[in-house]
């Protein structure tokens, strides 16, 4: 697609930069889980990135979900969060966003 507005490839460049981070410190702080948890039974801590489970190539399952939803939507504008909500009925909307 061609590029009409340089701010478009500076959102986008901050975007990343952003993503790279929050994936850098999430990892960090999961490399500092004390060593008492063992390989099998760490997954079982809460509230790390929302799903309850470490994440695989990056996302955890709720977010591979959510991706899943918005890539194969037809529409050119996307999905809503409401859409989302609707797809996603056993997902709360703070783990959605």
């Known amino acids: 697609m061609p590029l009409e507005n340089m701010n478009e490839f500076t959102a ?3 975007e990343v930069v952003n993503a790279h981070m929050n994936l850098r410190r999430n990892l960090t702080s999961v ?3 004390p060593q008492s948890f063992s390989s099998a039974g760490i997954s ?3 509230g790390y990135g929302g799903g309850g489970s470490f994440p ?3 996302l955890t399952a709720h977010q591979s ?5 918005i890539k194969n939507c037809p529409i050119p504008e ?5 859409e989302l909500k609707v ?3 056993n997902m709360s909307m703070s783990t959605i966003k």
């Not at 996307?78 to 409401?82: A, E, F, I, T």
């Open 31 to 33: 490399s500092r889980a």
């Open 12 to 14: 986008h460049m901050l």
């Open 87 to 89: 797809q996603l009925h």
């Open 44 to 46: 079982d801590v809460g």
């Open 78 to 82: 996307g999905m809503s969060l409401q």
């Open 65 to 69: 979900q959510v991706l899943n939803l």
């Open 56 to 58: 695989v190539n990056g």
